[in-house]
């Protein structure tokens, strides 16, 4: 766009993590989320991924690209005796290790937590998985819905009037996995620094949706109601007269003031004591987004957004994720990064004025470093 800040180069200098070398046995999204997390701050990372690959290779979408960036393939087979030592040989030199199987499978394929503390004392090895390492459901398969099912989340409707919950359309217990898991790492890192003592992490997806899901529990997971405290009427979706969707959030006083003061002509209904406080306004809810509903739909989006701005009410056209990516203000504050493979959101934090994170390479294909990798091994050469 014109005037718009150029997207983040790839020179960008080392991470904070530069010198932290992670292998990674993990696969589909909650474990690379994780470990790209890491390699964007500049860790080192190898993938090592069966003679089949990770299974998102084979998924339609962008999935695997999307979750691999910075990382190095390497392919071993751990059902074989030379795959296992050459696993381990790895790991005896990592800082950090993270599987994603379910329990009992790193023990088949002799990556146990046992196996590779014993030669690596100090790892940090983090384990993901769906119900955890312990529990009457440990050995239950799942995938991101049923782990929000499992949490709680889906219990919650997305929008006032709804009956029925909503899937979210992003993988929100899979985010939550890897967003515990880089802290949790981090952490044992930190502790590490002074103890020299490493850790084993078990981290549940579902526990990690069930930690996001308290927030909206009233703070109290024994209450027997479901919440849904987080619904306001004016603090919603509204579609315009021309199709396009528009979020309004106008939950605190101020905001609902000036919302009814904006629409006071078209609305004159909002002026009524029934809407007089944020706990009226909730009583007679269906009534309220009746009539803000039928307000929005008289004008196309335009012009909302702009009697909007003027009026200081928060609101926003809803954005497909390219269109949020090229946005002037993305671009400026510098999170979207170029590479080889496209364009990118990078960590998404910025320290001292720029962006943390750091993209040098796209998602490897399938085995493009075993020979690098294992040679350097075998030679007695650092192979990160």
Same mark, same amino acid.
């Given at each position: 766009?014109?005037?718009?800040?150029?997207?983040?180069?790839?020179?960008?200098?080392?991470?904070?993590?530069?010198?932290?070398?992670?292998?990674?046995?993990?696969?589909?999204?909650?474990?690379?989320?994780?470990?790209?997390?890491?390699?964007?701050?500049?860790? &080192?990372?190898?993938?090592?991924?069966?003679?089949?690959?990770?299974?998102?290779?084979?998924?339609?979408?962008?999935?695997?690209? &999307?979750?691999?960036?910075?990382?190095?393939?390497?392919?071993?087979?751990?059902?074989?005796?030379?795959?296992?030592?050459?696993?381990?040989?790895?790991?005896?030199?990592?800082?950090?290790?993270?599987?994603?199987?379910?329990?009992?499978?790193?023990?088949?394929?002799?990556?146990?937590?046992?196996?590779?503390?014993?030669?690596?004392?100090?790892?940090?090895?983090?384990?993901?998985?769906?119900?955890?390492?312990?529990?009457?459901?440990?050995?239950?398969?799942?995938?991101?819905?049923?782990?929000?099912?499992?949490?709680?989340?889906?219990?919650?409707?997305?929008?006032?009037?709804?009956?029925?919950?909503?899937?979210?359309?992003?993988?929100? &217990?899979?985010?939550?996995?890897?967003?515990?898991?880089?802290?949790?790492?981090?952490?044992?890192?930190?502790?590490?620094?002074?103890?020299?003592?490493?850790?084993?992490?078990?981290?549940?997806?579902?526990?990690?949706?069930?930690?996001?899901?308290?927030?909206?529990?009233?703070?109290?997971?024994?209450?027997?109601?479901?919440?849904?405290?987080?619904?306001?009427?004016?603090?919603?979706?509204?579609?315009?007269?021309?199709?396009?969707?528009?979020?309004?959030?106008?939950?605190?006083?101020?905001?609902?003031?000036?919302?009814?003061?904006?629409?006071?002509?078209?609305?004159?209904?909002?002026?009524?004591?029934?809407?007089?406080?944020?706990?009226?306004?909730?009583?007679?809810?269906?009534?309220?987004?009746?009539?803000?509903?039928?307000?929005?739909?008289?004008?196309?989006?335009?012009?909302?957004?702009?009697?909007?701005?003027?009026?200081?009410?928060?609101?926003?056209?809803?954005?497909?994720?390219?269109?949020?990516?090229?946005?002037?203000?993305?671009?400026?504050?510098?999170?979207?990064?170029?590479?080889?493979?496209?364009?990118?959101?990078?960590?998404?934090?910025?320290?001292?004025?720029?962006?943390?994170?750091?993209?040098?390479?796209?998602?490897?294909?399938?085995?493009?470093?075993?020979?690098?990798?294992?040679?350097?091994?075998?030679?007695?050469?650092?192979?990160?």
């Amino acid at each position: 766009m014109t005037g718009a800040s150029a997207p983040t180069p790839i020179t960008a200098p080392p991470g904070c993590l530069s010198g932290v070398r992670v292998l990674d046995l993990s696969s589909y999204l909650p474990g690379p989320f994780c470990t790209q997390i890491l390699a964007d701050l500049g860790a &080192s990372v190898i993938k090592v991924e069966g003679p089949g690959g990770d299974a998102a290779r084979q998924l339609p979408g962008a999935l695997h690209e &999307s979750a691999n960036r910075n990382k190095r393939s390497v392919v071993l087979d751990l059902k074989t005796d030379r795959g296992q030592e050459l696993g381990r040989r790895l790991a005896a030199g990592a800082d950090v290790f993270v599987e994603g199987f379910r329990p009992g499978v790193v023990d088949r394929l002799g990556m146990s937590y046992s196996a590779v503390r014993a030669v690596n004392p100090s790892i940090v090895y983090c384990s993901v998985s769906g119900f955890g390492q312990t529990g009457p459901l440990r050995d239950v398969p799942g995938h991101d819905v049923t782990y929000l099912a499992a949490s709680g989340v889906l219990s919650f409707p997305g929008s006032w009037g709804d009956r029925l919950p909503r899937r979210p359309g992003v993988p929100v &217990s899979d985010l939550a996995a890897s967003t515990y898991a880089t802290v949790a790492i981090l952490a044992a890192l930190y502790q590490r620094r002074d103890t020299g003592e490493g850790a084993h992490l078990d981290l549940a997806i579902t526990d990690a949706a069930l930690a996001f899901a308290s927030v909206r529990a009233d703070a109290n997971l024994d209450d027997q109601g479901t919440d849904h405290s987080h619904l306001h009427p004016a603090n919603d979706l509204f579609e315009a007269a021309d199709g396009v969707t528009i979020a309004i959030g106008a939950v605190e006083e101020h905001f609902w003031e000036r919302l009814a003061a904006m629409l006071a002509e078209e609305v004159p209904a909002l002026a009524d004591p029934r809407f007089g406080s944020a706990t009226a306004r909730r009583a007679a809810g269906d009534e309220l987004v009746t009539l803000l509903r039928r307000a929005v739909r008289a004008r196309p989006a335009t012009e909302w957004l702009a009697a909007f701005a003027a009026a200081d009410i928060p609101a926003h056209r809803v954005l497909s994720v390219p269109e949020a990516g090229r946005s002037p203000h993305v671009r400026t504050r510098g999170i979207v990064a170029d590479s080889a493979a496209g364009r990118h959101v990078v960590f998404p934090v910025l320290r001292d004025g720029a962006a943390m994170g750091r993209v040098h390479s796209p998602a490897p294909a399938l085995g493009a470093h075993t020979e690098q990798v294992l040679t350097d091994l075998m030679a007695g050469k650092e192979p990160w």
